[in-house]
Structure formats: C-alpha cells, structure tokens
C-alpha cells in the first residue's frame, strides 16, 4: 500500500464526528515533549566514560525563551481534560469502571518501559562494561517524563469532581487552583520564605497542574466561551510577564542545573499563566485549525501520533539514551557528548534530532503492544513485570 493511499484510507477511516482540532492539539504537545527534551538535556563525560546530565541552559540563557514554545504541558492536560469529561459522559455504568480502562490505558506502557530497563541495567554493566554513572543517568532520564503519568493519573481520577464543578461554576471552577498556587507561591517567594517549610511547595503539584485540566473539563461541557478564551490569554499573558519582569521568577520553564528555583518541578504561577495563555489561543483556534486538518496529508501524521502517545512519552529518552551510551567509548562527540555551551553545540544536537527520532520510531514497532490490553499475558509475567518496574523504581529514585 502506497503511502498517499495510507493517507486517505486514514482520513475517510476518520468519523465525521471526529473534533480533529482537539487531536490536532494534544499531537502537538506530544512532540514537544520529546523536542524539548532532546534540544534541552545534554550530556557530558567523566574521567571513567560515564555520562552526566547537563543542560545548554546553564551557559546559553538566551535559550530560555525556546523552553516557553516547548512547554506545553498546558495544552496537554488541557485536551485532556476535554476528552476525559466528553468520555466520561458517554459511560454507562459505574464511574470506577470507566476510571479503571482510564488507568489501564496508562500503566501498561509505563510497567513495560520501566520492566525493560530493569532488565537491562544488570546486561549493560555486566556485560557491556557501562559504567555505573551511566546507568544512574539513564534511569533519571527514563524516570523523567514519567512523573507525569503519574500526576495525570491521579488528576483523571478526579475527573468526576471536575465535571461537578464546572456544571456549576464553568471555568471559573479554575480560578481557586491558580488562587492556591499563587498563595504558596507568595509564602515561598515572600519576605518571610525563611519561615516556611520546604514540603510547602509539594502544595503546588495537583492545583499547578489541574488548572488546565479544568479548564479543559469546562471546555467541553460548552462554558468556555471566546470572551473567556480572550481573558485566559491576555490576561496569562500579563500575568507570565509580570512575573518575569518584575517579580523576578525564573526565566525557564525547565530546571536549570545550578539554579535554586525552578518553575515546573513542583509548578509555579509562571507555569499557569503560560497555561493560561496557551489555553486562551487553544479555544480561540479550534475551528482554524479543525479545518486546517480536513486536508488528509495533514490529519494522517496526527491520528498516528496520538495512536502512539504513551509510546512517545515512555521511550523518548530510551531512543536518545541509545545514541549516547554506545558512542560514550568514543570520547565527546558534538552535540551528542560534551559540554552543551556553544551555539555550535545547539546546532549539531538540532542534527542529531532526526537519528533520536528514527530510533525511537525503531522502537516504537515494538514498543506500542505495551499499550494494548494485555489478555493474552499470564498472571506470572504480569508479576515478573511489576516486579522489575519497582525495583527498577527503587534503583532511579534511590
């Protein structure tokens, strides 16, 4: 079958009912969740050949504005809320068993990724001789994105309470969830931020990003209006700006090694005004780029992302980890290892993207049956499996 033919025979499989802009949407905020890790983590090398986390952050600042288009976390847990509350008022039964397909759906690619490499850091040391600084940085890297799965996990749990409270306030059911991490925010910023314990902070991790989510809940239950899409956008917009400019919050939406404040680990207010912002123009867009995705050449890329999304969220470093940890017996190599401070570094690494992504596709025929339902797996395997995520677990959180 020809790849034009594939093209079409996707979009007329498409339901006319289908809201392509929403797909639109959460496809593009997957990729920038690879993108944004491969063009912001860099690696470098020790005496021994063991490789370190690094960031082109830390000497190139003038990067930071990429980490505000890349940060798209907003727009992620805003569809989601979308597709959730539309899902959820399709069910008919119990609401714990639409919330247990929900969590299958997530945990199986998160139990296959972290089994896998369970299995194969004892074969890589023991075998392969990679040191073992290596293999702690690998696993802080396949750990990473996983936090949050994590986090949506729970939020989707709530989704029922989401609905209830847009039904009732529509998007204003957001506006108490910004309001307490503002609140935390000014408790740990503020003049008296000696006083405030260190945990205060974890505050910010389900209100931070639920907001959007929220956002997205309303959305679909039709209370989001294009006046309020105007006022999220202008109105984060100010608030994103305000925060940089005057009240000093970190440029970058990503930690930086070195740097005592971070924005997304546990979120800041920077984090939802951008949300904000994003969320606004999400609304405004919808029926541009709905339209825009009529054209099969277009939709096509879009269905087979989203068919792929815990594949791309659970595997993204494994195929970047696949191109350094080989080449680490080589010495530094530009833009793959070595220190990222050069705009030359910058440049390379943008050529080393499509070797990341090829081997991830590589992966991904592979990789994707972790999404499916595993009815064929016996309860032993299951087990096994568990058991090699959580100690695989212990040994990256360790």
Known sequence: MSLAHSVRAIDARTPAHRDR???????????????GHWLLGG???????????????????????????????????????????????????????????????????????????????????????????????????????????????????????????????????????????????????????????????VVNILPGWMFAYQIGVAWAGGRVTRRHAWGLLLGGAALFAALLLVFGYPASMVGVPGEARTNSHPPSLLVLALAAAQSGAAVLLRERLGRLLRRPALWAPVVVINLSAMTILCWHQTAMLAAAIPASSAGEITGLLGAPDTVGWVLARLAWMPVFAGLLVLFGRYTRHFESPWANTGTALRATAGMLAAGFAVFALG
């Open 21 to 35: 802009a929403i797909d639109g949407l959460r496809a593009l905020a997957l990729l920038a969740v690879p993108t």
């Open 43 to 201: 690696f470098t090398l020790t005496a021994d050949g063991a490789i370190h986390n690094a960031s082109p952050l830390s000497a190139l600042g003038g990067l930071a504005p990429v980490s505000w288009v890349l940060q798209m976390l907003g727009i992620f847990f805003l569809v989601g809320g979308f597709a959730s509350a539309l899902s959820y008022a399709r069910h008919d039964g119990p609401a714990r068993d639409w919330l247990k397909g929900r969590l299958a759906r997530l945990g199986r690619p998160v139990l296959g990724v972290t089994a896998v490499w369970a299995a194969l850091l004892p074969l890589l040391h023991h075998g392969f001789g990679v040191p073992y600084g290596t293999l702690r940085t690998a696993s802080t890297l396949v750990v990473q994105p996983l936090w949050f799965v994590g986090v949506y996990t729970v939020i989707t749990a709530l989704t029922p309470y989401c609905v209830r409270a847009a039904r009732r306030l529509g998007v204003w059911a957001a506006a108490p969830l910004i309001g307490t991490v503002a609140v935390v925010d000014a408790l740990r910023y503020g003049p008296y931020a000696d006083a405030v314990p260190g945990w205060l902070s």
